[in-house]
């Protein structure tokens, strides 16, 4: 592919790439076959995956259904010039292929840079609601590090608020440990923020987790611990609940990160989702369209 044409290519924006991902390419093409099945063998994961997560249950049913299936969707690959292949999207149907004994795979091929491919990556997997938060941090910093982004671009080229992208860098300022609860599941990203300017952020963790405390619950906890003259965290309403209500107001809340209240009367009742913000209500309808 000639300087120019690739220049043109690039040009014409993420957007377009992630359009075209799913649909043969044209002329601007690179020589080699673009819809085909490749030796699975042949191809490698993206040592740029902002994705480490893959959870073994998860890939057992996927392999389950490739079984009996087969890859409905192509991995989107680009090539190397060893003559293999590199993943840019797909690195856990790829791997769900290899428990499913399949020896080769549908691939997409894109002939795609570092940056674009680390950008597709991302946006994939963010779409699919795929990384866990520190996943998606530590590949949004990958991108500010590797290519000089600044956030009001990423912002743009991911889909999300500028301030969502500022709130999830911020997760990267905590320590290690609480980031692994973040990883597991056992805090959300709502509550992990209201760590970040904690004095002890493990201990309030702990609270946190131990307590069943809510996001909000969580804020207070973190400013009455910086400042005794603010109200403590009260918990006395939510005691007044049965333990399985609270336990699905605490799964809401961390699916979310939203403080959310579940009220029951005869039997009926109401959920209430409470947001401070219109970044956090944006985020709130793009999790319930999906």
């Known amino acids: 592919m000639s ?9 014409r924006g993420l957007a377009a790439l992630i359009g075209d991902m799913d ?8 020589a080699v076959p673009v819809d085909r099945r490749v030796p699975i063998e042949f191809i490698a994961p993206n040592p740029r995956n902002p994705r480490r997560s893959f959870a ?13 299936h087969g890859i409905v969707q192509p991995i989107v690959v680009r090539p190397r010039p060893s003559g293999r292949f590199e993943i840019i ?3 856990r149907r790829w791997r769900a292929a290899q ?18 491919s680390l950008e597709l990556a991302i946006v994939e997997n963010v779409q699919r609601s795929d990384l866990n938060p520190v996943e998606e941090a530590l590949g949004y910093q990958q991108l500010i590090d ?21 709130n999830t860098l911020r997760l990267l300022k905590l320590p290690e440990n609480i980031r692994d609860m973040l990883v597991d599941g056992t805090l959300s990203a709502g509550h992990a923020r209201t760590l970040v300017t904690a004095a002890d952020p493990t201990t309030l963790a702990k609270r946190i987790v131990e307590e069943g405390l809510s996001v909000r619950q969580a804020e207070a906890l973190a400013q009455h611990e910086a400042d005794p003259r603010k109200p403590a965290v009260r918990t006395t309403a939510d005691d007044e609940k049965d333990a399985d209500t609270k336990a699905l107001e605490q799964l809401l809340s961390d699916v979310t990160g939203l403080k959310v209240t579940v009220s029951h009367r005869d039997k009926g009742g109401d959920v209430r989702i409470a947001y ?7 985020e709130l309808c793009r999790r319930l369209q999906r």
């Open 3 to 11: 300087e120019d044409l690739s220049r043109n290519r690039l040009g």
């Open 23 to 30: 649909r043969p390419a044209q002329a601007e093409a690179p």
């Open 56 to 68: 073994d249950a998860e890939l057992d049913d996927l392999a389950g259904s490739i079984r009996t």
């Open 89 to 91: 999207a797909g690195e």
């Open 99 to 116: 428990r499913a004994g399949l020896t080769d795979v549908p691939v997409i091929i894109r002939d795609v840079d570092d940056r674009v």
């Open 146 to 166: 590797d290519h000089n982004y600044v956030q009001t671009d990423l912002a743009q080229i991911i889909g999300k608020s500028r301030s969502h992208v500022a």
């Open 276 to 282: 401070r913000t219109l970044e956090q209500l944006d």
